[in-house]
DNA sequence: ATGTCGAGCAAAGCTCGA
């Protein structure tokens, strides 16, 4: 099974993008954020025509996440993030597919910081630290699959220079990732790279980041024990990043031997 | 400190979020 967290930064924007890739990727599960587009407005026929079945989460304006799947409907177990009844934010769906659970989920940017939305950051990395706690021992493989919006460690990013006061490489952001991953969970791709530099999932717009390779590593699969030892590679399709009208984001990818 | 991109609002450029 190939399972790929894709940030498609506009899902109406880019969907022939995302069409593209799906077709020449054939992934089984997607993992979707940052829709941008309201319930109503998810491009379901496009993607029902493409061979995917989907569940999905919108919202006015920004965020939104969503789960494809070629291997049967996903059934939804939740909408959002317990821990907080007021969040209206959509940042995570969740739903069993395919003998897996998956969750897809978009974790707050932070910036700027100091300030509210950094706060609010590191209260949804505790909301998800609760709640990954309740997942991690399932019998069933488990993937935490989305946009972290966190820079691991300094293996993880082109060049921290400039970055030093961003929200995605702050100690306390790494310090919930890492606080995670003492959980029990396994974060794929570094455990598929775990001596060389880890490949890129993310270029920013600004400054020609993508023409000098200028990237950073935000986009994650935690794997819980289950799911970890089905682990058979992983890897970024990162050429489409380069492509017309491309979302800052390449899609990251696990294959499970089940 | 800067930079790019896209959408909403409302009628063109500003604002927001990333």
């Excluded at 989907?54 to 494809?68: D, F, K, M």
């Excluded at 939740?78 to 974790?107: F, I, K, M, N, T």
């Excluded at 961003?166 to 455990?191: M, N, V």
Aim: a negative charge.
């Amino acid at each position: 099974m190939r399972l790929a967290t894709f940030n498609i930064n506009g899902v109406n924007t880019r969907l022939a993008n995302l069409l593209e890739w799906l077709d020449e990727a054939e992934p089984d599960i997607v993992c979707l954020q940052e829709l941008k587009a309201t319930t109503e407005q998810f491009p379901v026929k496009a993607i029902r025509d493409a061979g995917y079945d989907a569940v999905w989460q919108g919202e006015h304006r920004w965020n939104g996440v969503a789960i494809l799947s070629r291997i049967g409907e996903p059934v939804v177990t939740r909408r959002r993030l317990p821990g907080d009844e007021a969040d209206g934010q959509s940042r995570y769906v969740e739903a069993a597919v395919g003998g897996v659970l998956v969750a897809s989920l978009y974790l707050p940017n932070g910036n700027p910081q100091p300030g509210p939305k950094f706060d609010y950051k590191l209260a949804w990395f505790d909301r998800l630290a609760r709640h990954a706690k309740t997942l991690l021992k399932t019998e069933a493989p488990v993937i935490l699959a989305g946009d972290y919006n966190v820079v691991p460690t300094e293996a993880d990013i082109y060049n921290s220079r400039s970055w030093k006061k961003d929200a995605l490489l702050q100690p306390e952001s790494r310090a919930a990732y890492q606080r995670l991953l003492d959980q029990g969970w396994t974060d794929a791709i570094r455990e598929r790279f775990p001596n060389d530099p880890p490949p890129w999932t993310f270029w920013q717009y600004f400054r020609q980041a993508w023409e000098r390779d200028a990237g950073l590593r935000i986009d994650h699969l935690l794997l819980n024990p289950a799911a970890a030892e089905r682990l058979r590679d992983a890897g970024v399709d990162r050429e489409v990043r380069g492509r017309e009208k491309a979302s800052d984001h390449a899609p990251t990818w696990i294959e499970l031997d089940l």
